[in-house]
Each structure stands twice: as C-alpha cells, then as structure tokens.
C-alpha cells in the first residue's frame, strides 16, 4: 500500500462546478498535512496547510479526518485557473515529505 | 513568504556533459534540502536528501555517483548530473523546509528542465 493515496483523475468538470479531492494516508503517526497545486510544467506551490478543526481559504476547504486517515479538499464555484494537478502532502516529524500521485484537474468553460 | 531559486531554469546539453544546477534558499537558512525529479505526467520522485555539511542520503535506486550533491553553505545546494545521458532528460526541482513541527513548511524552487541529446 502507498503511503499517500489520491483520486486517480482526472477530474474533467465545467465551470461554476464543485469538485472534491480525496487522500488517505497509511502512517497514523503522521502530524501535518497540506495540499498543493502543481501547474503544468511548473514546480508545487503550496495551496494550503490542513488543520484537524478544518480550514477554509477563499473557495478552498481542506478538512482531516485524523481517525479515518482521511485528507480532503473541496473547491466551490471551480474558475479556469484552477486546471493544475493537486498534490496531498503528508509529514512525518522528522522525515521527508511525503507526496500523493496528484490528481489532475481540468476546469472546462 | 520564503523563497527558493534554482539556476539554471533550462539547459541543452550533449550526452556524455555533466550539468550543475544550483538551488538556493534566499530568505532563511535550510540545513537540509531535497532534490527530486519528475518525468512528464508523473508524480515527483525524491532522489536525495542534501546535508548541509555531510554528505546527502539517496533514496533506493539513485546512483551517489552520477548524481553528486554538495551542500556548502546553509543557503546552497548543487546537483551535478554527471555523464549526462537522455534518458536523465527530467524535471529537477529543489525543495527547503522551513519552520519546525507543526509549522514545517516546504517551499519548491522554480524547478531545471535538462534535455540531454
């Protein structure tokens, strides 16, 4: 089993459309969490860190679920700009980062 | 927010060339940077820990030889593709954390496109 595990994708979805990304991770231990996008043909650029009570940014919620190992990331009223590959991030003190597949998303007007 | 140059951002080389690339921390000293690779549509790949000082950790399947790392300062970190050959044709991109626990943030560099012919 992979460490971090994401929806496959990609996520082909119109404008105006709701979409939401799905992580789990293996490693109970693991203590921060964070997403982040990844233009085409460009580097990871962080998006946002995940609390445990939840946090919203904008059109951005990220919630974590410590119990069901869970991470999520929804995206309200999706915009053009947000077509990239979305990356679950996991970090264990003292260890790497460790990082999802990414899944890809395509907003289509 | 903190800030991760990488140099160069492309570079064409012949087969046979090493190639250095420089990543660098311009806001905050790291003591430990991550090199990785990503091949088109596929997710990144961790190939090395650099630390600053010592001598880096290379994740399973790396070869130390080819890929030399050297971390001088805490603020520098070089990867030299050594022999360079077309199938090390990738995306390198450099990372540095910042800030501890929970506060732990990495920052990416812009990231070096190599074309090796």
């Known amino acids: 089993r992979k460490e971090v595990e994401q929806d496959p994708g990609p996520f082909n979805v119109p404008e105006g459309a709701t979409v939401a990304f799905n992580c789990t991770y293996s490693?109970?231990?693991?203590?921060?969490f964070f997403w982040y996008r990844q233009d085409c043909r460009k580097e990871p650029k962080l998006l946002m860190s995940?609390?445990?009570s939840g946090n919203e940014d904008g059109r951005f919620t990220a919630q974590l679920n410590r119990a069901s190992q869970y991470i999520s990331l929804l995206i309200r009223d999706s915009k053009l700009s947000d077509s990239a590959t979305y990356l679950c991030?996991?970090?264990?003190?003292?260890?790497?980062?460790?990082f999802g597949p990414g899944t890809r998303l395509s907003v289509l007007p | 927010g903190a800030v991760v140059s990488q140099h160069p951002s492309r570079v064409i080389c012949k087969s046979g060339t090493s190639v250095k690339i420089e990543c660098r921390s311009l806001?905050?000293?790291?003591?430990?940077m991550f090199w990785y690779r990503q091949f088109p549509k596929q997710s990144l790949m961790l190939m090395a820990t650099?630390?600053?000082?010592?001598?880096?950790?290379?994740e399973q399947g790396v070869e130390k030889d080819k890929f030399l790392i050297n971390h001088a300062s805490l603020t520098l970190s070089t990867l030299t593709v050594t022999s360079a050959h077309p199938e090390d044709s990738s995306f390198y991109i450099c990372?540095?954390?910042?800030?501890?626990?929970?506060?732990?943030?990495?920052?990416f560099g812009p990231g070096t496109r190599l074309l090796v012919l």
């Open positions: 990372s540095a954390h910042m800030g501890r626990g929970l506060g732990e943030t990495q920052y």
């Open positions: 995940v609390y445990s």
């Open positions: 650099s630390n600053e000082g010592s001598k880096a950790t290379y």
């Open positions: 806001d905050f000293q790291a003591t430990t």
């Open positions: 490693n109970s231990a693991s203590q921060s």
């Open positions: 991030v996991v970090n264990d003190y003292g260890q790497n980062f460790v």
